[in-house]
């Protein structure tokens, strides 16, 4: 398998596990506007889930930025 193909294949699941972050998020925010009560248990899940998107997404982005310099060459 080329090392493209490979990259390419690590992005896709990095993203995946993104929009599934993002997901999570925005599930927590609906829930905080629907129970008061518990609005601290969601903004620990906000919290939680932007952690996490904070130690992804450079990752992300360097692993697109080496897949189109082995493109340009």
Excluded: C, N
């Excluded at 992005?11 to 129970?35: F, M, N, P």
């Excluded at 130690?55 to 982005?61: D, N, Q, S």
């Excluded at 930025?65 to 340009?72: L, P, Q, V």
């Amino acid at each position: 398998m080329p090392s493209t193909e490979r990259l390419d294949l690590k992005i896709k699941r990095l993203t995946a596990i993104e929009a599934a972050y993002r997901a999570e998020i925005k599930r927590a925010h609906a829930g905080e506007k629907d129970d008061r009560e518990r609005k601290l248990r969601y903004e620990r899940t906000i919290a939680k889930y932007e952690r996490k998107m904070e130690k992804l997404l450079p990752k992300i982005r360097r692993l697109r930025e080496i897949r189109t310099a082995m493109r340009d060459r």
